[in-house]
Protein backbone atom coordinates (compact mmCIF):
# COMPACT_ATOMS: atom_id res chain seq x y z
CA UNK A 1 0.00 0.00 0.00
CA UNK A 2 2.87 2.42 0.72
CA UNK A 3 4.70 1.71 -2.58
CA UNK A 4 1.32 2.29 -4.48
CA UNK A 5 1.10 5.52 -2.55
CA UNK A 6 4.30 6.61 -3.59
CA UNK A 7 3.79 5.41 -7.27
CA UNK A 8 0.71 8.15 -7.13
CA UNK A 9 2.31 10.79 -5.07
CA UNK A 10 4.99 10.98 -8.33
CA UNK A 11 2.42 10.42 -11.05
CA UNK A 12 0.82 13.74 -9.11
CA UNK A 13 3.80 15.75 -9.16
CA UNK A 14 5.21 15.16 -12.25
CA UNK A 15 2.87 17.49 -14.33
CA UNK A 16 3.73 20.34 -11.60
CA UNK A 17 7.72 19.42 -12.17
CA UNK A 18 7.38 19.48 -15.88
CA UNK A 19 5.44 22.61 -15.86
CA UNK A 20 8.08 24.66 -13.40
CA UNK A 21 10.62 23.59 -15.71
CA UNK A 22 9.13 25.22 -18.48
CA UNK A 23 8.15 28.17 -17.36
CA UNK A 24 9.87 31.23 -17.95
CA UNK A 25 10.75 34.17 -15.05
CA UNK A 26 9.32 37.62 -15.32
CA UNK A 27 12.04 39.54 -17.91
CA UNK A 28 13.58 42.62 -16.94
CA UNK A 29 12.15 44.90 -19.84
CA UNK A 30 14.40 47.75 -21.37
CA UNK A 31 11.51 50.12 -23.81
CA UNK A 32 13.65 51.82 -26.24
CA UNK A 33 12.19 53.50 -29.83
CA UNK A 34 13.86 52.33 -33.44
CA UNK A 35 15.83 49.56 -32.24
CA UNK A 36 17.67 48.34 -35.52
CA UNK A 37 20.39 46.14 -33.78
CA UNK A 38 21.54 44.14 -30.76
CA UNK A 39 24.45 42.32 -29.90
CA UNK A 40 26.08 40.60 -26.41
CA UNK A 41 29.77 40.91 -25.47
CA UNK A 42 31.37 38.13 -23.79
CA UNK A 43 30.61 39.75 -20.30
CA UNK A 44 26.94 39.76 -20.64
CA UNK A 45 26.53 43.29 -21.24
CA UNK A 46 24.02 44.43 -23.95
CA UNK A 47 24.93 46.95 -26.99
CA UNK A 48 21.82 48.48 -28.50
CA UNK A 49 21.91 50.97 -31.57
CA UNK A 50 19.07 52.82 -33.27
CA UNK A 51 17.88 54.45 -36.20
CA UNK A 52 19.68 57.40 -35.75
CA UNK A 53 23.72 55.92 -34.70
CA UNK A 54 23.31 55.90 -31.17
CA UNK A 55 24.55 53.11 -29.17
CA UNK A 56 23.57 52.11 -25.72
CA UNK A 57 25.22 49.70 -23.31
CA UNK A 58 23.40 47.96 -20.55
CA UNK A 59 24.52 45.05 -17.98
CA UNK A 60 22.26 41.88 -18.02
CA UNK A 61 19.94 42.97 -14.96
CA UNK A 62 18.83 45.71 -17.52
CA UNK A 63 20.91 48.75 -16.01
CA UNK A 64 22.02 51.66 -18.07
CA UNK A 65 26.08 51.74 -18.62
CA UNK A 66 26.77 54.00 -21.01
CA UNK A 67 26.13 55.30 -24.44
CA UNK A 68 27.83 56.91 -27.65
CA UNK A 69 26.40 59.51 -30.01
CA UNK A 70 27.92 59.67 -33.77
CA UNK A 71 28.81 63.48 -34.73
CA UNK A 72 26.94 62.22 -38.27
CA UNK A 73 23.97 60.16 -37.94
CA UNK A 74 22.38 56.87 -40.05
CA UNK A 75 20.92 53.76 -38.87
CA UNK A 76 23.04 51.50 -37.97
CA UNK A 77 22.52 47.86 -39.38
CA UNK A 78 24.92 45.63 -38.11
CA UNK A 79 26.32 45.53 -34.48
CA UNK A 80 28.88 42.92 -33.03
CA UNK A 81 30.09 43.38 -29.72
CA UNK A 82 30.95 39.66 -29.41
CA UNK A 83 34.72 39.85 -29.57
CA UNK A 84 36.57 40.79 -26.41
CA UNK A 85 38.31 44.42 -26.64
CA UNK A 86 36.15 45.72 -29.84
CA UNK A 87 32.59 46.69 -31.11
CA UNK A 88 31.70 46.98 -34.41
CA UNK A 89 29.14 49.08 -36.39
CA UNK A 90 28.11 49.07 -40.03
CA UNK A 91 25.41 51.47 -41.99
CA UNK A 92 24.15 50.78 -44.99
CA UNK A 93 22.96 54.23 -45.77
CA UNK A 94 25.94 55.61 -44.95
CA UNK A 95 28.46 53.22 -46.53
CA UNK A 96 30.47 53.54 -42.73
CA UNK A 97 32.03 51.22 -40.33
CA UNK A 98 32.99 52.40 -36.90
CA UNK A 99 35.22 50.48 -34.60
CA UNK A 100 35.05 51.13 -30.89
CA UNK A 101 36.71 49.84 -27.59
CA UNK A 102 34.48 48.43 -24.43
CA UNK A 103 33.79 52.05 -23.50
CA UNK A 104 32.16 53.04 -26.75
CA UNK A 105 35.37 55.15 -27.23
CA UNK A 106 35.86 55.22 -31.12
CA UNK A 107 39.24 53.33 -32.37
CA UNK A 108 38.40 53.43 -36.38
CA UNK A 109 35.82 54.68 -38.43
CA UNK A 110 35.86 55.55 -42.21
CA UNK A 111 33.73 55.25 -45.48
CA UNK A 112 34.26 51.71 -47.31
CA UNK A 113 33.55 53.53 -50.84
CA UNK A 114 37.18 54.93 -50.71
CA UNK A 115 38.45 51.52 -50.03
CA UNK A 116 37.44 49.57 -53.32
CA UNK A 117 34.47 48.85 -52.10
CA UNK A 118 31.17 50.62 -54.13
CA UNK A 119 28.19 49.09 -52.67
CA UNK A 120 28.93 47.42 -49.50
CA UNK A 121 25.49 45.52 -48.13
CA UNK A 122 26.40 43.59 -45.22
CA UNK A 123 29.25 43.86 -42.77
CA UNK A 124 31.14 42.37 -39.79
CA UNK A 125 34.06 41.78 -38.05
CA UNK A 126 36.02 38.85 -37.89
CA UNK A 127 38.78 37.13 -36.29
CA UNK A 128 42.25 39.36 -36.18
CA UNK A 129 40.31 42.61 -36.99
CA UNK A 130 39.37 41.53 -40.36
CA UNK A 131 36.30 43.15 -41.88
CA UNK A 132 33.90 41.21 -43.58
CA UNK A 133 31.91 42.85 -46.52
CA UNK A 134 29.32 41.94 -49.36
CA UNK A 135 29.86 44.36 -52.11
CA UNK A 136 26.71 44.05 -53.88
CA UNK A 137 28.34 45.91 -57.01
CA UNK A 138 30.72 43.09 -57.82
CA UNK A 139 28.80 40.00 -55.93
CA UNK A 140 32.21 39.55 -54.39
CA UNK A 141 32.89 38.81 -50.37
CA UNK A 142 35.71 40.68 -49.32
CA UNK A 143 38.28 40.77 -46.42
CA UNK A 144 39.41 44.26 -45.48
CA UNK A 145 41.84 45.10 -43.18
CA UNK A 146 41.31 48.31 -41.49
CA UNK A 147 44.58 49.01 -39.96
CA UNK A 148 46.17 48.63 -43.29
CA UNK A 149 43.50 49.94 -45.18
CA UNK A 150 43.59 47.22 -48.20
CA UNK A 151 40.96 44.71 -49.20
CA UNK A 152 43.18 40.95 -48.66
CA UNK A 153 41.08 38.82 -50.30
CA UNK A 154 37.84 38.63 -52.04
CA UNK A 155 35.89 35.98 -53.78
CA UNK A 156 33.27 35.95 -56.13
CA UNK A 157 30.45 34.74 -54.50
CA UNK A 158 28.29 34.35 -57.91
CA UNK A 159 31.24 31.40 -58.65
CA UNK A 160 30.33 29.82 -55.22
CA UNK A 161 26.99 30.04 -55.01
CA UNK A 162 26.11 29.67 -58.42
CA UNK A 163 21.90 29.05 -58.26
CA UNK A 164 21.80 32.02 -55.43
CA UNK A 165 20.36 35.25 -55.75
CA UNK A 166 22.99 36.37 -53.78
CA UNK A 167 20.66 38.68 -51.56
CA UNK A 168 22.99 38.54 -48.58
CA UNK A 169 21.37 40.21 -45.56
CA UNK A 170 23.68 39.11 -42.97
CA UNK A 171 27.16 37.81 -42.58
CA UNK A 172 28.67 36.14 -39.24
CA UNK A 173 31.81 34.64 -38.47
CA UNK A 174 31.49 32.23 -35.30
CA UNK A 175 34.46 29.71 -34.65
CA UNK A 176 36.72 29.79 -37.97
CA UNK A 177 33.42 29.30 -40.05
CA UNK A 178 31.62 32.69 -42.13
CA UNK A 179 27.78 32.15 -42.43
CA UNK A 180 25.75 34.58 -44.94
CA UNK A 181 21.62 34.61 -44.32
CA UNK A 182 20.32 34.83 -48.32
CA UNK A 183 16.80 35.84 -48.09
CA UNK A 184 14.67 33.54 -49.00
CA UNK A 185 17.50 30.47 -49.47
CA UNK A 186 18.67 29.83 -45.75
CA UNK A 187 21.89 29.75 -44.23
CA UNK A 188 25.24 29.47 -46.43
CA UNK A 189 28.15 28.35 -44.58
CA UNK A 190 32.17 28.85 -45.94
CA UNK A 191 35.49 28.87 -44.29
CA UNK A 192 37.14 31.60 -43.55
CA UNK A 193 39.37 31.61 -47.10
CA UNK A 194 35.51 31.49 -48.01
CA UNK A 195 35.30 28.20 -49.80
CA UNK A 196 31.84 26.81 -49.28
CA UNK A 197 31.11 24.14 -47.23
CA UNK A 198 27.74 23.21 -46.98
CA UNK A 199 23.91 25.38 -46.85
CA UNK A 200 21.32 24.76 -44.48
CA UNK A 201 18.10 24.97 -45.68
CA UNK A 202 16.22 26.93 -43.58
CA UNK A 203 15.00 30.57 -43.81
CA UNK A 204 14.62 33.42 -41.07
CA UNK A 205 14.68 36.95 -41.29
CA UNK A 206 16.21 37.42 -37.96
CA UNK A 207 19.55 38.44 -37.03
CA UNK A 208 21.79 35.31 -37.13
CA UNK A 209 22.73 34.13 -33.05
CA UNK A 210 25.00 31.47 -31.74
CA UNK A 211 25.15 29.10 -28.66
CA UNK A 212 27.93 26.48 -29.12
CA UNK A 213 27.48 24.72 -32.13
CA UNK A 214 24.20 25.85 -32.72
CA UNK A 215 22.10 28.19 -34.42
CA UNK A 216 18.89 30.23 -32.76
CA UNK A 217 15.95 31.41 -34.12
CA UNK A 218 12.57 32.41 -32.94
CA UNK A 219 9.64 31.01 -35.34
CA UNK A 220 6.07 29.96 -35.15
CA UNK A 221 6.13 30.67 -31.08
CA UNK A 222 9.25 28.78 -30.35
CA UNK A 223 12.88 29.00 -30.04
CA UNK A 224 14.64 26.91 -32.63
CA UNK A 225 18.11 25.22 -32.17
CA UNK A 226 19.65 23.74 -35.25
CA UNK A 227 23.11 21.92 -35.24
CA UNK A 228 24.52 23.67 -37.79
CA UNK A 229 27.47 20.53 -38.25
CA UNK A 230 24.92 17.79 -38.08
CA UNK A 231 21.89 19.80 -38.65
CA UNK A 232 19.94 18.12 -35.99
CA UNK A 233 16.53 20.47 -34.74
CA UNK A 234 15.47 20.87 -31.06
CA UNK A 235 12.79 23.11 -29.75
CA UNK A 236 11.18 25.24 -27.00
CA UNK A 237 8.40 27.51 -26.25
CA UNK A 238 8.80 31.15 -26.06
CA UNK A 239 7.71 32.92 -23.51
CA UNK A 240 4.18 34.23 -22.86
CA UNK A 241 5.74 38.09 -23.63
CA UNK A 242 7.98 37.34 -26.98
CA UNK A 243 6.31 38.24 -29.94
CA UNK A 244 7.98 39.43 -33.24
CA UNK A 245 11.18 39.23 -31.28
CA UNK A 246 14.76 37.99 -32.25
CA UNK A 247 16.85 35.99 -30.20
CA UNK A 248 20.24 36.06 -27.70
CA UNK A 249 21.79 33.62 -25.36
CA UNK A 250 25.09 33.67 -23.30
CA UNK A 251 26.05 31.85 -20.20
CA UNK A 252 23.96 34.26 -17.69
CA UNK A 253 20.90 35.19 -19.51
CA UNK A 254 18.28 34.81 -22.56
CA UNK A 255 17.33 37.97 -24.75
CA UNK A 256 14.66 38.76 -26.75
CA UNK A 257 14.31 41.81 -28.72
CA UNK A 258 12.23 43.98 -31.19
CA UNK A 259 12.02 47.50 -32.61
CA UNK A 260 10.93 48.92 -29.41
CA UNK A 261 11.57 46.44 -26.05
CA UNK A 262 14.73 44.24 -25.12
CA UNK A 263 13.04 41.61 -22.77
CA UNK A 264 16.00 40.05 -20.49
CA UNK A 265 15.34 36.13 -18.63
CA UNK A 266 17.75 35.14 -16.17
CA UNK A 267 18.61 31.86 -18.19
CA UNK A 268 19.09 29.68 -14.67
CA UNK A 269 15.63 29.99 -14.00
CA UNK A 270 14.03 29.26 -17.47
CA UNK A 271 13.67 26.28 -19.57
CA UNK A 272 16.90 26.95 -21.29
CA UNK A 273 19.46 26.65 -18.26
CA UNK A 274 21.06 23.62 -19.53
CA UNK A 275 21.57 25.14 -22.95
Not at 215 to 237: C, E, K, R, W
Not at 254 to 263: A, D, K, Q
Request: charged content about 20%; aromatic content about 12%; proline content about 4%.
Amino acid sequence: MKKLFLIILFLWQCPNLWAQENEWPEPIVIKQNRISAVSLDNQDFIMMANQEGDIYQYDRFGEFVNNFSPSRQGRIDFLEATWTVNIFTYSIDLQEYRILDRFLNPIAENRVQTKGINLGKAATLGNNNIIWIYDESDFSLKQFDHRRNQIIQQQPLNLILTNSDLMIQEIKEYQNLVFLRIKDEGISILDNQANLIKILPFNTNQPLAFRKQELIYVQNGLINFVDYINATPSSFANPKEVKNHAILISDKAVIFYNLSEILIYDKAFSPLNQR
